[in-house]
């Protein structure tokens, strides 16, 4: 008998799916914008920050509420992307990206942010005195050190996509094999009589994956910074 049933196994298979499209979405911004906050000063700085780490402290639910607003097939944003591109997001599994993007940004920006802050600024200006632009210097010199902070911000944002609940059902409800992800999933379950065991199913499998996700975080940080340190040399 499988472990899993064909439900279930399309709860998992699109958490995973959501959880890699979330990632690869956040981290060149949270790089980028990890790097405007370390490294330059600007009007408007707290007030960036504060807006970039704001999904942190709101409930998610007004994230989710906030995203039905503005990108809802009614919504300002929502409609011209439908009307234009013909995209719609709310409802969709593409919506479920864009919540955990969401909500997966500020933890990557914070992580990057700080190895970036711990990169030594005289090497960076050693890089520029040789010739070297701003961007080539942050290609060679900052983002190989900063290496495992952006891993671990990787893998914080896909960790949090995994578990992330109440911004996703907010703005694509949860719908079996278009939008209902583990989390979703445990959440029907345990509403349903009888659900008990398919909810700890889940939620084993969902705490298998975290920790596998945390283990790969821990190993790239752990050899990174030794072939970062190889390669300077």
């Known amino acids: ?21 979330c990632t690869l979405v956040v981290l060149p911004f949270a790089v980028a ?5 370390a490294r330059t000063d600007f009007p ?11 999904p942190l402290v709101v409930p998610p ?9 503005l990108l809802g097939r009614r919504g300002p944003v ?6 234009w591109f013909g995209i719609v997001l709310a409802f969709k599994w593409t919506g479920a990206v864009v919540a955990s993007a969401v909500m997966a940004f500020p933890l990557a920006v ?7 802050e ?19 210097t942050f290609l060679v010199v900052t983002l190989p050190l900063a290496m495992p902070g952006v891993v671990a911000g990787a893998v914080l944002a896909f ?23 583990i989390p979703t999933a445990i959440y029907a379950a345990i509403q349903t009589p009888g659900g008990e065991w398919q909810a700890l199913r889940l939620t084993l499998m969902a705490i298998a994956l975290s920790v596998l996700a945390l283990i790969v975080s821990e190993w790239f940080v752990r050899r990174l910074p030794k072939r970062a340190a190889g390669r300077l040399d």
């Open 1 to 21: 008998m499988d472990l899993f049933g064909a439900a279930e196994w399309e709860a998992i298979v699109l958490s995973l799916r959501v959880a890699f499209w």
């Open 33 to 37: 914008v990890a790097w405007l906050l």
């Open 44 to 54: 408007g700085k707290l007030l960036v920050d504060a807006l970039v780490h704001l």
């Open 61 to 69: 639910v007004v994230t989710g509420y906030l995203l039905l607003i």
């Open 78 to 83: 929502g409609a011209w992307l439908e009307s």
């Open 110 to 116: 914070r992580t990057i942010r700080v190895a970036i």
């Open 118 to 136: 711990s990169v030594d600024p005289a090497i960076e200006r050693s890089a520029r005195s040789l010739g070297a632009g701003r961007i080539r």
């Open 159 to 181: 960790a949090k996509s995994l578990g992330e609940f109440g911004a996703t059902i907010t703005f694509v409800s949860n719908i079996p094999g278009e939008t209902q992800t």
